[in-house]
C-alpha cells in the first residue's frame, strides 16, 4: 500500500509545529508582548534656525560652540576687575611721567604719578598694582635693590598710604639694578647662581618690610 505524501505546505507547517509549537513560537514563550519592546526616544537632531538677516561665519562658530557646556563658560563674556593687577613702573628720576622710548604703550611714573594711579586703580576695582622699579645707579651685584630707601620701597609705602586695601606685588629681580641688565649675577665671567639667590632674597625681604 502506497502512503501519499502531504502537500509540500503541510510538511513544512507540521514541521514548524515539531520545532516550536502550535503557533510557530518557542514553548515557553511569552503570548503578550516582548520584553524589548522599543520605546520611542527623543530625536537628537536639533532643528535648523533660518536666520533673518546675514550672519558671519564667526557668529555662527561661536554659537555652536556656546552649546557646549565647557565652552560657553570659556566663552562666556565677563569682566573680573577684582581678579586683575595693574602693572606700574616707577622710576626715581621722573618727575611726572613719561612714555618708555622702546615701549611707547608704557609710562615711567613718579611717585606723585604712582599714587594718582593707585586712587583710580582702587575706584576702579583692580585687586592691586605690580611695580617694577627703575634706577640710573647701577652696579654688577644690584646692591642697591636690597638697600631699605630706594624707589620701590618709597613706592610700596606710598601706596599703602593712598589706596590701603589695594594687594601690591613687586617685581622681585636684578636687571634694573645691573650695569649689564641680566636677570642673574656674574663673578668671573659666569653667572654666580648662589649669589643672584641670595642677593633676591635679601631684595624680597626688603620689599616684604616695606609692606
Not at 26 to 38: E, H, K, L, Q, W
Not at 96 to 107: C, G, I, K
Amino acid at each position: 500500500m502506497t502512503r501519499a505524501c502531504p502537500p509540500r505546505n503541510a510538511c513544512r507547517s507540521w514541521s514548524r509545529r515539531g520545532r516550536s509549537g502550535p503557533s510557530g513560537r518557542r514553548s515557553g514563550a511569552a503570548s503578550g508582548p516582548t520584553s524589548r519592546t522599543r520605546v520611542p526616544t527623543r530625536s537628537r537632531a536639533r532643528k535648523r534656525l533660518v536666520p533673518s538677516a546675514p550672519v558671519s561665519p564667526e557668529t555662527l562658530v561661536r554659537g555652536r560652540l556656546a552649546d557646549h557646556p565647557i565652552w560657553s563658560r570659556t566663552l562666556a563674556d565677563v569682566r573680573l576687575p577684582a581678579r586683575l593687577l595693574q602693572p606700574v613702573i616707577v622710576s626715581a628720576r621722573v618727575e611726572d611721567r613719561e612714555r618708555v622710548p622702546d615701549a611707547p604703550w608704557l609710562e615711567r611714573l613718579s611717585i606723585t604719578e604712582l599714587v594718582r594711579d593707585a586712587r583710580a586703580a582702587a575706584s576702579a576695582g583692580l585687586a592691586g598694582l605690580l611695580v617694577f622699579g627703575m634706577s640710573d645707579r647701577k652696579d654688577e651685584t644690584a646692591m642697591l635693590a636690597s638697600e631699605r630707601d630706594h624707589v620701590v620701597t618709597r613706592a610700596i609705602h606710598a601706596v599703602k598710604d593712598a589706596a590701603p586695601d589695594l594687594a601690591i606685588a613687586t617685581d622681585v629681580c636684578v636687571c634694573a639694578y645691573t650695569q649689564h641688565g641680566q636677570c642673574v649675577l656674574f663673578k668671573e665671567g659666569n653667572a654666580d647662581v648662589a649669589g643672584t639667590l641670595a642677593r633676591l632674597a635679601e631684595i624680597a625681604l626688603v620689599h616684604a618690610d616695606a609692606g
